[in-house]
């Protein structure tokens, strides 16, 4: 049986579960410049408070997974948290972004509302734990080599150490060479073990290291695998969003013009409607 996960934030509580308002993770791939994250979040939280939507705010401030050495990572834990620890504050919105080592759980949670494990990381213990320990939301991204039944193994992790307040992401599954596919049986499947989930539009048309020395991505697809996972049950949708795409420092590919966002969010609430009375039934 699932229990929502109860988020408190200083701008109020969001709940994320069954019965609760669609939530929300947005933003760039990485932080580029504080100018463009304090645009992205202002633009998306107007959005969000017009479609009564739950939001949080996205970032990487260190993309360690990039295809090349001489790819942007991002300005760096130190420098990025407290950018972040700022556009929370100044905007008035939570704020999430992946961590990579377990060094840095406790670092990131001083200025964070969710700590994010990446996918190639899904199977770190040291990292789920120290992320559980802090007693932060942990966001758990599926493994594009992981079955959606296997992630119950790092469900137990984080609640060995303590936390029960998880949500898994479903982000695609490797399917040959560069290339993902969403299996949707896997969001029920995550769902059923107790814990809300979130449904990644952006990376699962992401193609791995497609573009020679970068990723390249299908976003056309976007709007139809979001609302064929809003029709299957999920408890949230994770975005990259950019203003121009094709400027984007990372994932630009991959990721939806701010100016789609909110005819996008409209679809998708129709289809949350439609189906509602049906999952949780």
Same mark, same amino acid.
């Given at each position: 049986?699932?229990?929502?996960?109860?988020?408190?934030?200083?701008?109020?509580?969001?709940?994320?579960?069954?019965?609760?308002?669609?939530?929300?993770?947005?933003?760039?791939?990485?932080?580029?410049?504080?100018?463009?994250?304090?645009?992205?979040?202002?633009?998306?939280?107007?959005?969000?408070?017009?479609?009564?939507?739950?939001?949080?705010?996205?970032?990487?401030?260190?993309?360690?997974?990039?295809?090349?050495?001489?790819?942007?990572?991002?300005?760096?834990?130190?420098?990025?948290?407290?950018?972040?620890? +700022?556009?929370?504050?100044?905007?008035?919105?939570?704020?999430?972004?992946?961590?990579?080592?377990?060094?840095?759980?406790?670092?990131?949670?001083?200025?964070?509302?969710?700590?994010?494990?990446?996918?190639? *990381?899904?199977?770190?213990?040291?990292? *789920?734990?120290?992320?559980?320990?802090?007693?932060?939301?942990?966001?758990?991204?599926?493994?594009?080599?992981?079955?959606?039944?296997?992630?119950?193994?790092?469900?137990?992790?984080?609640?060995?150490?303590?936390?029960?307040?998880? *949500? *898994?992401?479903?982000?695609?599954?490797?399917?040959?060479?560069?290339?993902?596919?969403?299996?949707?049986?896997?969001?029920?499947?995550? +769902?059923?073990?107790?814990?809300?989930?979130?449904?990644?539009?952006?990376?699962?048309?992401?193609?791995?290291?497609?573009?020679?020395?970068?990723?390249?991505?299908?976003?056309?697809?976007?709007?139809?695998?979001?609302?064929?996972?809003?029709?299957?049950?999920?408890?949230?949708?994770?975005?990259?969003?950019?203003?121009?795409?094709?400027?984007?420092?990372?994932?630009?590919?991959?990721?939806?013009?701010?100016?789609?966002?909110?005819?996008?969010?409209?679809?998708?609430?129709?289809?949350?409607?439609?189906?509602?009375?049906?999952?949780?039934?």
């Amino acid at each position: 049986m699932m229990k929502p996960v109860e988020l408190t934030t200083p701008f109020g509580t969001i709940t994320i579960g069954p019965g609760a308002p669609l939530l929300l993770m947005a933003g760039p791939c990485v932080l580029e410049s504080g100018d463009l994250a304090w645009e992205i979040a202002r633009e998306m939280k107007a959005i969000t408070a017009r479609l009564g939507i739950s939001y949080i705010f996205k970032a990487s401030y260190d993309k360690a997974n990039r295809t090349s050495l001489n790819s942007f990572r991002g300005p760096g834990a130190e420098k990025g948290l407290r950018l972040l620890g +700022r556009l929370r504050d100044e905007v008035g919105v939570p704020v999430v972004s992946d961590i990579h080592e377990p060094a840095h759980a406790e670092l990131a949670a001083n200025c964070l509302d969710i700590l994010q494990i990446p996918a190639f *990381l899904c199977r770190q213990t040291d990292l *789920l734990v120290a992320a559980a320990k802090t007693g932060k939301v942990v966001n758990i991204k599926k493994g594009q080599f992981v079955s959606p039944w296997d992630m119950e193994h790092a469900v137990a992790k984080v609640r060995g150490a303590g936390n029960e307040r998880i *949500l *898994l992401t479903e982000r695609g599954a490797s399917f040959g060479y560069n290339n993902l596919v969403v299996d949707m049986r896997s969001l029920p499947v995550m +769902r059923s073990f107790g814990c809300p989930v979130i449904y990644d539009a952006t990376h699962s048309v992401q193609l791995p290291g497609g573009a020679g020395g970068s990723s390249g991505g299908q976003r056309e697809f976007i709007p139809a695998l979001s609302r064929a996972a809003m029709a299957v049950g999920i408890d949230g949708l994770f975005l990259e969003v950019h203003p121009d795409p094709a400027k984007a420092l990372c994932d630009g590919p991959n990721s939806l013009p701010l100016a789609e966002v909110e005819s996008l969010l409209k679809q998708l609430l129709a289809v949350r409607q439609a189906v509602a009375g049906v999952i949780d039934a």
